[in-house]
């Protein structure tokens, strides 16, 4: 069947979509090699180039930016990227190119982290280099270190440090479970607490933001300096001080050794001297209370009143403040004055 025995509608179908076709063909051969492509940047990486390839992309906060364009060795230092990204996407010259992994065992993918000044630049140019990068860890560079950790451990060390631990801990149940309830205890306390202990952690941190406590903190800091200088400058002060001090140290710990005896014998007949008194008290003390008690009975009788303003007894005892007076044969009878010689006065008044 051709063209000509198709009806009108069925023909002019055909023809649009050869049309279309043909428009399509047309523009991938020769607008598509022309069209506007994005900055070309490298990054140099070391092992983390493993699971990169052509079709890797390249992400900014998350978002597709670009891909990998080539992978190439780098001479001994590991990997050069050549990251080809969108039109229009600018990367500031302190942003960090990290391969990331997607997931555990999944591809990567190259994250562009940007820096400071991300929205003021300067930025990258074609060709340039990304100075700064970074390489996370997957799981089979964890299993390699592991790996070579485990076999730098000798075996038979392990079984002496198990056996070890399996001796001390023979019959140790009730302590280690007691240990580990109270850290249960602990842990309790810590969490019913948890609210006071962000309000201090707060609190120390609007204490660091006050003004003026930096300042002071460093005078301190300066000031404990200059006194480290001091001493270090000070021509050995500081040694011959803790060398007279060690000196007096043990002449204190010789005097210790020499009378330690007298000491001894001295220490046990103070005890001996109290527990007396302290045996005495019981006799002392119900005589004591028993004068106590009277001293009123004798007051009321010594001041018993007679009539207006009298009394019937009352006694005036002037005693001298001169200690060699008070206490007759401690000063030589040179020394003591005639102004210090005074009586007694005494004075009686009764009906």
């Known amino acids: ?82 990251l080809r990204l969108d039109p229009g996407v600018r990367v500031p010259d302190s942003a960090t190119a990290a391969v990331e992994p997607e997931s555990v065992f999944g591809p990567k993918f190259v994250n562009l982290i940007p820096g400071e000044h991300e929205g003021t630049g300067p930025y990258l140019a074609d060709g340039q280099d990304i100075v700064r990068t970074s390489e996370s860890g997957d799981l089979g560079h964890l299993l390699v270190d592991a790996e070579k950790a485990l076999a730098a451990v000798d075996p038979a060390d392990v079984a002496i440090i198990f056996d070890t631990l399996s001796t001390a801990l023979a019959g140790q149940g009730d302590h280690v479970r007691g240990l580990v309830d109270n ?29 003026g406590v930096g300042e002071d903190v460093g005078t301190l800091v300066a000031a404990g300096d200059d006194t480290l200088r001091t001493l270090n400058s000070g021509e050995d002060r500081v040694k011959n001080l803790a060398i007279g001090v060690a000196e007096a140290g043990d002449t204190v710990e010789s005097g210790f050794t020499g009378y330690g005896g007298g000491l001894t ?43 207006e303003k009298k009394r019937m007894l009352a006694v005036n005892i002037v ?32 009906s």
């Open 183 to 211: 850290a249960g205890t602990l842990v309790d306390v810590a969490h019913d607490h948890r609210q006071d202990a962000r309000r201090f952690i707060e609190d120390l941190a609007r204490l660091a933001r006050l003004r």
């Open 265 to 307: 014998q001295g220490v046990r007949s103070a005890e001996r001297a109290v527990s007396l008194i302290r045996g005495q008290l019981g006799i002392a003390g119900p005589s004591l209370r028993t004068i106590i008690d009277l001293m009123p009975i004798y007051r009321a009788l010594g001041f018993a009143p007679i009539g």
């Open 319 to 350: 005693l001298p403040s001169d200690p060699c007076q008070m206490f007759l044969g401690v000063c030589p009878m040179g020394d003591v004055s005639d102004t210090s010689r005074k009586k007694t006065k005494k004075k009686r008044g009764g």
């Open 1 to 82: 069947m051709n063209l000509d025995q198709l009806s009108k509608g069925p023909r002019l179908l055909v023809t649009a979509a050869t049309a279309a076709v043909l428009a399509v063909s047309l523009h991938l051969v020769v607008a598509k090699p022309f069209e506007e492509k994005g900055i070309a940047l490298s990054a140099h990486v070391g092992n983390a180039s493993q699971g990169l390839n052509s079709t890797s992309p390249v992400k900014l906060r998350g978002v597709t930016v670009g891909r990998v364009e080539r992978i190439e060795l780098a001479g001994t230092s590991g990997a050069k990227l050549t």
